[in-house]
């Protein structure tokens, strides 16, 4: 037995080896011609490098193709399984102005580029640093304008001591943009930039931040950058919180999402009997959790339990509950995640609600893949919905507000109604006539 061990031994180790010297070059290029002539690359001073997971990121440095003044490659062997997905972000580390990043420009996680690897090497097609192919001239001069009333009402920011900036793409997101108040005791501050590092007609995402850490809440901000050479952006309060964004008490608030032919981002279908749901985001003093590595007390259940706030078990409606405390923002953010992963939308692409009553709030049935993106002010005009049929037993409604949420009765009680899951942002839903009953339908506010 041990003979046969050790020919196996000798066997199996050539035919590893084999495998793994058929990587060959991966050839990256990145056109720098613009950001030479915006100054922000000077080839004689700043580091280019490309960075991702075949050189964990640390970066490999590229060089100027022979001929060109403005061409960079380097040539990496990368091990990877043929059709592999790959990702990887070109950096500038600049001697004036720091360490530059590109922003989110492609389809991988974070933004980062990705690339379909292939065994027996490839060249990479070139492109331009930040997909920046236009010199922008002069650039644009942007105003930025937010209110700090609510911060500075509840002595969170105190503008004798603390102080405020904005952050974005535009700068690679780093400090030194101050804003100022517009007049002596203003809760609006303001300030004004030249963006040249993005093209006109591009969007731009920012935020802003006190202290050097104190971030917003929520998705990045975006605008799009205008054609002319001056822009004011609108005024905007703090995370959004105005006065009376905040909720009064505390509130227990149940989310739920319909997992019934669900399908995964990559396309897999969601397993009612052996996938699970957990929820990510930041909502009731929670923030986002590192993906991959779901902690105790984010799964949502199909239970029927009073605990979990599930309504009906078996059903392939999941739902939590939380408590959110009195103080805290009516706006919450999140994503649902099969099994622990980024799994339901693009990258800050996010479910975005308000718990609209205090006391208890169950927030309207999600259908995962639908990201609904509730306005804080709901409009007080709801609009008409539009029947028609039946054809072949089938009635079809259908209503052009994507805020309101579609409500079904049968008896027109005020307890009866009840709201049809999915129904939001729809806009259109089929149900069936062959039976003779009395259906009523209304459009109501989440």
Known sequence: MRSLLSKLGLVILPCLFSFLAEAQTTTFRVDMSVQIAIGRYDPSNDLLLVRGPFNTWGGTDLTVVAGSNFIYEAEIDIFEADGAQVDYKFFIGSATSGDIWEGNIGTGENGNRRFNYQTGGQILETVFFDDLDTNPGGGVQ??????MAPLLQDG??????DWLEVR?????WAAGFELEPISEGSPIYSGT????????GDSVEYKYVYNDDQWENGSNRKFILAEQALQVLPIRYFSDIRPGSNLTE???IVISVNMNNALALNGTPFNLET???YLNGEFSEFTWWEWSFPPDGFELLDNGTAESGDAVEGDGIYSIKFQALAGQPKRIEYKFSINGEDSEADFQNNHIRYIRETGNYPLPVDQFGNMVHEPEVLSSDLGLITINGPVDGMVTLSWENTDAVLQHSESLAPSSWQNIPNSQGDREMVFSATEISKN???LATP
């Not at 942007?142 to 209110?147: A, C, H, I, R, S």
């Open 250 to 252: 505390d509130t227990k």
């Open 168 to 172: 974005g793409a535009f700068n690679s």
């Open 193 to 200: 930039t030249t963006i040249k590092s993005i093209a006109p």
């Open 156 to 161: 969170l920011f105190l503008p004798e001591f």
């Open 142 to 147: 942007v105003t930025f304008q937010v209110n």
């Open 440 to 442: 009523y339908f209304r």
């Open 275 to 277: 996938d699970r749901v």
